[in-house]
């Protein structure tokens, strides 16, 4: 029963079936036929009521991104500064840049993206993770991708993005922004478990996969500290509601809301005050901890990973700026296009590994973010760009 294949996992289908199989054969550590006879009714169900209400939620894209840059800038909360107060990994269209204005147009502006899809020039960031030495220093936690072809990162990092359709979905318009989570945060009560979380991972194969559906089951909002976590795997889901007007907002999530339901099914009903339903985005991180398991290392605390705010999972949060070719990204989701496929409907092609990898942006805010470092960086100096 531990490693129970949860309705999700194995039914918002070919996403979790064709991607982590293995959770599925893994499920039934009860091989009675009566405890089977129950789960399977049980999913049966399940599988009926998310399909009566989602037919489209078994086509999603999912795709791997590779690192544009990790430096301190952040044009959505800090636009113009370098050196903001935290270390950002940033991944997607070369048009990043310290100053994003809204008006301009990523599509346009880039020559190139560290994502799979050529026509996707958005940006995506989140915090990085490091691990912190009981004498002080500290390492950044490398990033692998997760299990499956789709997902596989083959250079430097970066994540996994999912857009997972849910019934009729409205694609962001240019110029849309957004924010989930909050950097400042150390109540882990005030995080939303069904969509920001942490799963440990005791396999040290990328495609092996230990249990179902993201932020569910015995995920945590804090990090996993324990020793036999061989990869720690952060998933961030995005509100999946939008108030219909507003591109941004001062603190760019009030735009934006969390419909009904959790977790990767492409989120359930809106509110009234935000009735336009979104593609659900997901980000995938996968943090390979397998070098830092020696508790001799540890920081008295027994919290050795903090993000790069020197906060842990409660202050985990990902930045979204969207720039998607033309309506690319509608056709997309009205089409059914699946993970990393190219989708003649939507005009969308995959890019190879090497391509999209090669797709990097050199630091304008210089400092030594990778080895061994005397102090992380944060905080002061910020600077005008
Ligand atoms: C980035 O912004 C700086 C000024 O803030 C500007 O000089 C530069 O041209 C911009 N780069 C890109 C690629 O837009
Ligand atoms: C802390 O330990 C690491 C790993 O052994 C080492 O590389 C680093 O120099 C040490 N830092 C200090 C301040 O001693
Ligand atoms: C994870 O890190 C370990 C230790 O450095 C390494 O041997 C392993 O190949 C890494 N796993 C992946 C999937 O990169």
Partial sequence: MLHY??????????????LHRPSCHRQTKDRSPLGSLVKMQWATLAAAALFANNVAAQNMLRFACSQLVVERTDPLVNPGMKFTPHLHQIVGGNSFNVTMDPTNDPASLSTCTSCSFKQD???YWTAVMFFKHKNGSYIRVPQVGNGGPQGKLINKGGLDVYYIPSGKTTAFKKGFRM?????????????LKSAI?????????????????????????????????????QTIIFPTCWDGKNLDSPDHQAHVAYGQGSGANGGGACPSTHPVKLPQIMYELMWNVTSFADKSMWPSDNKPFVYSMNLGGPAAHGDYVFGWEGDTLQKAMDNGCNLNKDCAKAGITAQTDSVYSACTKKQQAVEAVDGWLSAMPLGEPAIKA
Wanted: proline share 6%.
């Fill in 179 to 191: 924010l989930a989570g909050n950097a400042a945060n150390t109540d882990s009560s005030k995080v």
């Fill in 121 to 123: 020039k958005s940006n």
């Fill in 197 to 233: 979380c942490h799963r440990c991972w005791n396999s040290p194969n990328e495609n092996t996969f230990v249990g179902g559906a993201p932020c569910s089951g015995s995920d945590t909002v804090d990090i996993p500290n324990d020793p036999k976590c061989k990869m720690i795997r």
């Fill in 5 to 18: 294949c949860l309705v999700l996992a194995c039914l918002v289908s070919s996403f979790f079936a064709v």
